[in-house]
T-cell receptor, first 113, second 113 residues
Framework: SQKIEQNSEALNIQEGKTATLTCNYT??????LQWYRQDPGRGPVFLLL?????KEKRKERLKVTFDTTLKQSLFHITASQPADSATYLC????????????FGTGTQLKVEL | KAGVTQTPRYLIKTRGQQVTLSCSPI?????VSWYQQTPGQGLQFLFE???????NKGNFPGRFSGRQFSNSRSEMNVSTLELGDSALYLC????????????FGPGTRLTVT
């Protein structure tokens, strides 16, 4: 069955450092992979989408990589700030099939001063 | 543009009752998806409606149902509530085409006692 794994342990890093979050998937051949941010008690917010033919995508301090051979996506936040503290969710998906998204369990990131 | 709105934001129901949750998508969005989020199971897809038709369905019992109106507003209904239905119910809208991101509402926190 399809499986999406993200770091189950919370990630604590110091302000100013780069945070790297991992998303691994099995029994999947996604054409796209999306990353969302979720704050406690609120709905997820879309951050970035990367396509299977893109190795890397950047948006301001965010960078996503997509390795279809390793079946892995890495999400980086450079120069992290306490305001980046949240849970980050990945959602790989194929083409077609409407808008059904299957999310990973999420990684909780805490950026400390 | 106004974001996705969900009503009510909080709800307390008793086992055996039924509940109806409402979602108003972003103007122009024709796809509305519903998700259930619990600490144990994470974010799980319930169903998606596109142009008043159910386009996708997750693995939930028939007690969970939904519908979409001609103005794209959507409702979901849960009948014969169980304690395990306590969760954050999230609605997300998108324009329904391709790999476009989904925009989530703030959610409805349902507590079943």
């Amino acid at each position: 069955s399809q499986k999406i794994e993200q770091n189950s342990e919370a990630l604590n890093i110091q302000e100013g450092k780069t945070a790297t979050l991992t998303c691994n998937y099995t029994n999947y051949s996604p054409a796209y992979l999306q990353w969302y941010r979720q704050d406690p008690g609120r709905g997820p917010v879309f951050l970035l989408l990367i396509r299977e033919n893109e190795k890397e995508k950047r948006k301001e301090r965010l960078k996503v990589t997509f390795d279809t051979t390793l079946k892995q996506s890495l999400f980086h936040i450079t120069a992290s700030q306490p305001a980046d503290s949240a849970t980050y969710l990945c959602a790989p998906r194929g083409t077609g099939g409407g808008n059904k998204l299957t999310f990973g369990t999420g990684t909780q990131l805490k950026v400390e001063l | 543009k106004a974001g996705v709105t969900q009503t009510p934001r909080y709800l307390i129901k008793t086992r055996g009752q039924q509940v109806t949750l409402s979602c108003s998508p972003i103007s122009g969005h024709r796809s509305v998806s519903w998700y259930q989020q619990t600490p144990g199971q994470g974010l799980q897809f319930l169903f998606e409606y596109f142009s008043e038709t159910q386009r996708n369905k997750g693995n939930f019992p028939g007690r969970f149902s939904g519908r979409q109106f001609s103005n794209s507003r959507s409702e979901m209904n849960v009948s014969t509530l169980e304690l395990g239905d306590s969760a954050l119910y999230l609605c997300a809208s998108s324009n329904g085409q391709g790999a476009h991101e989904q925009y989530f509402g703030p959610g409805t926190r349902l507590t079943v006692t």
